[in-house]
């Protein structure tokens, strides 16, 4: 993450702001990330009809109350990098569905279920590794 997150008030204001919805592919719901659509643009037009490596990471950060995770999502042959921080205590079910599903999508703020540039994560047992780590250190009143 390039921002310096030294506080709880660092990490709040630093939450993806545009938030994020489940969509349904081939049976599942699978997280999807929303983004400004000029970038998700941008990322559509090197994109397309190319071969693409991208790497995906979540970082967990938690202070035994609030855990923030933050998904790094990196073009790797397209010099693309993004970074969206989610407040954990609130998006559970997001990081649920990426665990099922091991895939991520990235979709313009604004649109439909039909306009989602899907990931496969390419290790779907660290997606369930990072939901069972979220979930232990999330106080009780969260789980449910």
């Known amino acids: ?11 709040v204001s630093n ?3 545009l938030g994020y919805m489940l969509v349904n592919f081939a049976g599942e719901r699978v997280p999807c990330l929303l983004m400004d659509p000029n970038e998700f643009e941008n990322i559509m037009k090197v994109s397309q009809g190319r071969p693409n490596s991208i ?3 979540l970082n967990i950060f938690d202070d035994g109350v609030h855990v923030f995770v933050n998904i790094n999502i990196k073009f790797m042959n397209r010099i693309l990098d993004y970074d969206f921080l989610l407040y954990a205590n609130e998006t559970l079910d997001f990081f649920k569905s990426l665990s ?17 540039f899907f990931i496969q994560l390419p290790r779907k047992d660290q997606a369930i590794h990072a939901y069972n780590l979220i979930v232990s250190k999330l106080p009780e009143s969260n789980k449910s």
Do not use: A, R, W
Not at 1 to 11: H, I, P, T, Y
Not at 100 to 116: F, L, R, Y
């Open 55 to 57: 790497d995906t990471n």
């Open 100 to 116: 099922v599903t091991g895939m991520i999508g990235i979709s313009p703020s604004g649109s439909s279920e039909s306009n989602v």
């Open 1 to 11: 993450m390039k921002k310096n997150l030294n506080s709880l008030e660092d990490f």
């Open 15 to 17: 939450v993806h702001k």
